[in-house]
């Protein structure tokens, strides 16, 4: 990541954004962000993976499984990313060729229609 993406994406997900590979996998930790209105927990440091990844265009992963407004916690699977257990729902079809905030924004929608 470029400086100025770094400094635009810690505006959006809290200071310290950072850039990291593990094996073949770019992972971009967010250290702050929110979800929509009614989740649970409403801010979480989450995991976003760039790139095709467990059968998925992109993950989002966070630290403990979301629960939606209606008190529904959608179905989930774990990693081990950057040393920690992390949590995401099977979303697809948000595309890896979208800029990173654009691709944290699209997982986060799908949050927000399935309240």
Do not use: W
């Amino acid at each position: 990541m470029s400086p100025q993406e770094t400094e635009f994406l810690d505006g959006l997900f809290g200071p310290g954004v950072a850039e990291h590979y593990e094996a073949d996998l770019r992972l971009i930790a967010l250290p702050d962000v929110a979800l929509p209105d009614g989740c649970q927990p409403a801010r979480a440091m989450c995991i976003y993976v760039p790139q095709r990844y467990m059968g998925y265009d992109t993950r989002l992963f966070f630290q403990s499984p979301v629960v939606l407004k209606s008190g529904v916690t959608p179905a989930h699977t774990t990693a081990v990313l950057l040393g920690r257990t992390m949590y995401a729902a099977s979303i697809n079809g948000v595309a890896a060729t979208l800029p990173i905030h654009q691709g944290v924004i699209a997982h986060l929608r799908r949050y927000e229609l399935a309240i």
